[in-house]
């Protein structure tokens, strides 16, 4: 599935997942929206004007929702131990909170 991202800063197309002096494509000005059809490591696969390319994905932001769950779980339990340190050792109990 595509994923729909936007520069953080002006970036180079590249024909290949690398920096070289000779593989420069294209260039996208910042805060242009692209769709990442795959990666290469950081590199994020992109079409540009009909041609594959690569751009940086580090000055890059996606896009994409974030999934908010719908419900939420919570168990009640009769009581809850309060401890004076990460442990559970039965000499840490300091107190219980009850439902």
């Known amino acids: 599935m595509p994923d729909t991202s936007r520069t953080t800063t002006d970036l180079n197309v590249r024909s290949s997942p690398e920096v070289s002096p000779t593989n420069q494509t294209a260039t996208l000005l910042s ?18 004007g ?13 896009l994409q929702p974030v999934a908010v769950p719908l419900w ?7 009581a809850l131990n309060l401890r004076n340190q990460p442990s559970m050792a039965a000499n840490s109990i300091i107190g219980q909170l009850t439902a």
């Open 31 to 48: 805060g242009a929206h692209f769709e990442a059809t795959g990666n290469v490591g950081l590199w994020l696969q992109i079409n540009h």
């Open 50 to 62: 009909g041609q594959p390319g690569f751009v940086n994905g580090d000055f890059t932001t996606s």
């Open 72 to 78: 939420t779980t919570s168990v009640t339990t009769p």
